[in-house]
């Protein structure tokens, strides 16, 4: 039931193209560690990183890795697809705020 309530919730994250997407550390917090009763340490544990690496990733201070996606989807039998997707709309949706300071010069043929 948990599992396709989080594989349901990111896809429908994903799917919308959320303004301001959240972390995928707060989907982990909300959606898997809260309604588990789960610690963060115990879930560190479970996952097979340090307390302080998952910490990061939850207080969005880190992202998710490719390794970190296999991982989350082993605990939590959702795909690793959906965590990096989650990631990458996230980082996305930042760097296209910052889009007209970026110096950049189009390209067309010579």
């Not at 919730?9 to 917090?29: F, W």
């Not at 560690?33 to 201070?61: C, D, F, H, M, Y």
């Amino acid at each position: 039931m948990l599992t396709q309530l989080i594989t349901r919730t990111i896809t429908e994250v994903i799917a919308m193209r959320m303004h301001n997407p959240p972390h995928p550390g707060e989907i982990i917090k909300t959606l898997c560690l809260e309604p588990l009763g789960i610690t963060v340490t115990q879930a560190a544990e479970a996952l097979g990183v340090s307390r302080k690496t998952l910490s990061g990733i939850l207080n969005g201070r880190a992202g998710i890795s490719p390794e970190m996606a296999v991982r989350l989807s082993i605990a939590f039998g959702t795909s690793s697809e959906s965590w990096l997707n989650q990631q990458t709309q996230y980082d996305l949706w930042h760097a296209e705020q910052r889009r007209k300071q970026l110096r950049v010069t189009k390209l067309a043929p010579a």
